[in-house]
Structure formats: C-alpha cells, structure tokens
C-alpha cells in the first residue's frame, strides 16, 4: 500500500469516531517525521509506502489509512532528551548562546527548551547550574536544523 496522504490526526479527533476500529500502528523515529518518501512497516508485519504528495511533516497520530473497521496511525517512538527549564532570562540568554554556538536545534514546549541528549549539553547546565532534567518524551514534531548557511569570520 502507498500512503499518498495524511487523513487527519487522531490527537484533533473525538475518541468516539475511532473507537470501534482496529488500530494499526507504524512506530518512527522523532528524526523520520520530516522524511517525504519512506518506507514503514506496521506493528501488524504490513508493509507501506509512504509518498507524500504534499510537502509536509508527519505528526505523532496521524493518520495514514481510515476505512470504516480500520485505521492505520503514526506513533513515534520517545527520544532521550534535555528539558531545560531556565528560571530566568539571563539564563535562557546564556544557554540559548552556547547551543546556538553548537548548531544544536532545539524546540520549545510552555516554559522548557528541549534538546537532543547529549553528555556535553548536560556538562554545561550542570557547571552554569541551569536548572535541567534528562528523560525519555514523545516529540510531538522532530527537531529541525535551521536552514540558510552562515559563517563565522
């Protein structure tokens, strides 16, 4: 089966739409969400194809088949990341410098910039006693590395 389109995303859904209908999950990687054209198999053994016909990301829940027993969802795996929670802004000034001296892409939830794990990151909050916690989170979107070259002399 190619998947050309996403039908929707179960998270925007009442959970009474899709109750009675057998779920079939395809587990990705955070960093697979920005991928256009792959290839997926089900936690059912089913193989697919995925060829967006538009460009865009995938979501965690988001639906790639809906018939009326059967729904076929994305479902991202977690990643080991940083949650930093800085209790000022002299203190997101100082770390959002560091990373972004690092090309380190990071994303934003309420009050916590997240990064990918990394044992030097975590060296550096600690020695500039940023307040930080390392866990395992499910990444509603992928971390993206901004686009457009520079340089540093």
Known sequence: MI?????GNIHDMDTTEFK???VEKVRIESADLVKRIQRV???HDRD????LKISQDLRDGDILFMDDKNMIIIDVKTDDILAIQPKNINEMGIIAHELGNRHMPAKFEGNEMLVQYDYLVEDLLKQ???PF???DRKLKEAFRHTTGGHSHG
């Not at 998947?3 to 039908?7: G, K, L, Y």
């Not at 697919?48 to 060829?51: A, T, V």
């Open 128 to 130: 500039k006693g940023i």
């Open 20 to 22: 009675n209908h057998h």
């Open 41 to 43: 198999k089900t936690d």
């Open 3 to 7: 998947i050309e389109e996403i039908v």
């Open 48 to 51: 697919l194809g995925i060829r």
């Open 133 to 135: 916690k390392r866990e």
